[in-house]
T-cell receptor, first 113, second 117 residues
Framework: GESVGLHLPTLSVQEGDNSIINCAYSNSASDYFIWYKQESGKGPQFIIDIRSNMDKRQGQRVTVLLNKTVKHLSLQIAATQPGDSAVYFCAENSGGSNYKLTFGKGTLLTVNP | GAGVSQSPSNKVTEKGKDVELRCDPISGHTALYWYRQSLGQGLEFLIYFQGNSAPDKSGLPSDRFSAERTGGSVSTLTIQRTQQEDSAVYLC???????????????FGQGTRLTVV
């Protein structure tokens, strides 16, 4: 079946640096993508989303880039802070009548002070 | 509260026993998901309810797993004859579907940590 995967399972950055977390998806029919942040002992929390008719979307300190040509999604975090340390998941939705989210494995981001 | 609520937060059970996990979604959310997350792993889809449609059970790992959603609100995930490999965090999420083409984020509960000993 279709799946969403991540290039990097772990990422360690220094406080203040920019972080880039990558995600590859394989379902060309997917039309909606979400990034979630999961802190230890908590459920995933929404960070930012993007629809397939967009290439870029910005939030507060975060930017999501979508490259449909190569089926690649990335999350950029500006001026990374210790509080950004968490597991980050990308998720895709293939639309249609299902709207079921499929999640990737996750990337553990560690921010060093 | 206004969020997704799951109970119990922790459950320890003996191998072979049945367990029931409960999820109270956000009021008005028509879609409800169950996911399983093993230690250090991603989210494994289990089952999906959407309004009055037949649930998508394609992620249930065996016939020991079942779920129901009563009255379009509260959902119960039941695991019969639990095995040690069932130990994981079980996450519930809900979302609201807007129209026939809209979609919104899924809101997650804190999860139930199940330990089978």
């Amino acid at each position: 079946g279709e799946s969403v995967g991540l290039h990097l399972p772990t990422l360690s950055v220094q406080e203040g640096d920019n972080s880039i977390i990558n995600c590859a998806y394989s379902n060309s029919a997917s039309d909606y993508f979400i990034w979630y942040k999961q802190e230890s002992g908590k459920g995933p929390q929404f960070i930012i989303d993007i629809r397939s008719n967009m290439d870029k979307r910005q939030g507060q300190r975060v930017t999501v880039l979508l490259n449909k040509t190569v089926k690649h999604l990335s999350l950029q975090i500006a001026a990374t802070q210790p509080g950004d340390s968490a597991v980050y998941f990308c998720a895709e939705n293939s639309g249609g009548s299902n709207y079921k989210l499929t999640f990737g494995k996750g990337t553990l981001l560690t921010v060093n002070p | 509260g206004a969020g997704v609520s799951q109970s119990p937060s922790n459950k320890v059970t003996e191998k072979g026993k049945d367990v029931e996990l409960r999820c109270d979604p956000i009021s008005g959310h028509t879609a409800l998901y169950w996911y399983r997350q093993s230690l250090g792993q991603g989210l494994e889809f289990l089952i999906y309810f959407q309004g009055n449609s037949a649930p998508d059970k394609s992620g249930l790992p065996s016939d020991r797993f079942s779920a129901e959603r009563t009255g379009g609100s509260v959902s119960t995930l039941t695991i019969q004859r639990t095995q040690q490999e069932d130990s994981a965090v079980y996450l519930c999420a809900s979302s609201v579907l807007i129209g026939t083409s809209g979609y919104t984020e899924a809101f997650f509960g804190q999860g139930t940590r199940l330990t089978v000993v």
